[in-house]
DNA sequence: AAATTACTTGACTGATCAGTCTAGATAGAT
DNA sequence: ATCTATCTAGACTGATCAGTCAAGTAATTT
């Protein structure tokens, strides 16, 4: 074997910053090869098209964060803590980026997911089993706070489901108006949605 | 004043179906004139730009809308039945197109607001400007629960926003994964959101 | 009927698009 | 040393893009 390269790592960095910050048909394979420091034969070496260079960047982007998604929804943590501190995490760091890039930029997955997946199943497939991933966290951390009496919630998958839901939601509303607001709060609206039975702000 | 013509009409309708069942970024101005049945010249002469047509296309639908909306909010209806009934034509509305056009399209000033917000002021200041619109109605629903006591919300606006970013959320997910399953059932997540204070489902 | 205003027509431009192709360069295996 | 698999270079293609423009048509006013 000779020699291995990291263009087609640099590629999907690339291709994932572009898309997230602007959009999928906005960022063309020119402007990916030209942030990646590479020329066009080298992408369509690596990858058939630009649908499945996407596919490609979305997964390793998942790879990037899983360390970080097992660890903040370890089992050591008390369940709730779970989610707190996943949301503070995701604010904290689309907040930096904001720093960086002006934007609030929100989840990729849904903005991206948003705008192909009537048109392209291939980037559709790929984002509905990185979300399903995602949400088995969720599910989990349900799981266990039900089992501890902290919630009741006879379906753990439907309710992560709806809060994964809610939770995109609001970061997409975070994206279009380009504003931290509603995330910063999210916590208080995750644990409506959760029922969660005694807590420090809601009355119910 | 000579003639009057429909194409500005039909022009922003054929701009609107195509960006909400595909993308803003793949609809062209060529395709947005063919299914208007108007020719480019035409297009120009009603519209500096395809952004400013989108502007205009996102403000018709919403006066199309705007008198089904207010009927559904009506006073005359107990406030959170307001609220279901409009969780409910919406979902009749995504369930009927999707027997068209074969996807659960979702909201439009969602999809298109998170492809374009970061590059397109002007489309991102009408997606701004409608969404407060909306989230009015959501308010005074609210505001009017609270006052009945029928839920605890101090702070309505708050309430409302955080509703309906989770709404959208769940809008979203249904187009991303073409499913109007979790938006069949939205109505409970909602009344979890509001913290209502007896109903089927939530302990609390 | 002539002038004016409101719109229509479609060919055109130059830029940019995704994707192709051929000719190399480089490094490890033999 | 040379062979071969891996990768790079970059010019090229044809389609499509948003937007321009000059000439034309039709209803209404005068």
Known sequence: ?????????????????????????TTSVDAI?????????????FFKSKSELTVAALEAEWNKNKASMDALFSPTVPPLERL????????????QLQQRCG????????SI????STQDPGVR?????????????FESAIRD?????????PDPEAKARALFACYHGTLAQARIQNDVGLL????RVAMDVLGVKHVTAPAS
Chains 1, 2 share one sequence.
């Open 184 to 187: 910063r709060d999210f916590s």
């Open 33 to 45: 090869c030209e942030r990646a420091g590479a020329k066009k034969g080298s992408f369509y070496y």
């Open 103 to 110: 934007s609030i930029l929100g989840c990729p997955l849904l």
């Open 145 to 153: 706070a039900d089992a501890q009496g902290l919630i009741d919630a």
């Open 1 to 25: 074997m000779p020699r291995v390269s990291d263009v087609k790592r640099r590629l999907t960095d690339a291709a994932l910053d572009l898309m997230w910050e602007n959009s999928y048909g």
């Open 84 to 95: 707190d501190r996943y949301f503070d995490h995701v604010h904290d760091r689309l907040a």
């Open 113 to 116: 997911g948003s705008e192909v």
């Open 125 to 137: 497939a790929v984002v509905d089993r990185i979300w399903d991933r995602k949400i088995k966290y």
